[in-house]
């Protein structure tokens, strides 16, 4: 949270463009290493099928595993478009803009900003985003995380 206020004040004093993002159905992206069973929903049960478990493929809300699996699916996808992680936090991620100025994107859970100087470099980004993960662009940060 103390990263976050400063980014903000950054944002703040340097008058840099700010954009608030959201991941819908977040904990579903992550990918499982595991084999991980369920029992079936009940209203969902196929006659003559009834003694048969489901595995699951991808990530499922509940699951111990789904914020870190997640997370991971962030990660390696927002370095694969040259970002990079500060060793101070790992919600924070940078990268160099054309013009030579950095561009910052700060993650909590399902909740990001991004901001940068260029309202068109953060808009390639936000596509790129959205192409990726179903996401809610929220505009310019209002509130975010009680603040």
Known sequence: MATLRFMLCVVAAENLELIQLDVKTTLLHGDLKEEIYMEQLKGFVE???????????NSLYGLKQAPRQWYKKFDDF??????????????????IARDGSPIFLTIYVDDMLLFGRHAEELAELVWQLWLKFAMKDLGSARHILGM
């Open 47 to 57: 006659s003559n099928w009834e003694h048969l478990v489901c595995r699951l493929r």
């Open 78 to 95: 927002i370095q694969s478009v040259d970002f990079s992680k500060i060793d101070e936090d790992h919600c924070v991620f940078t990268k």
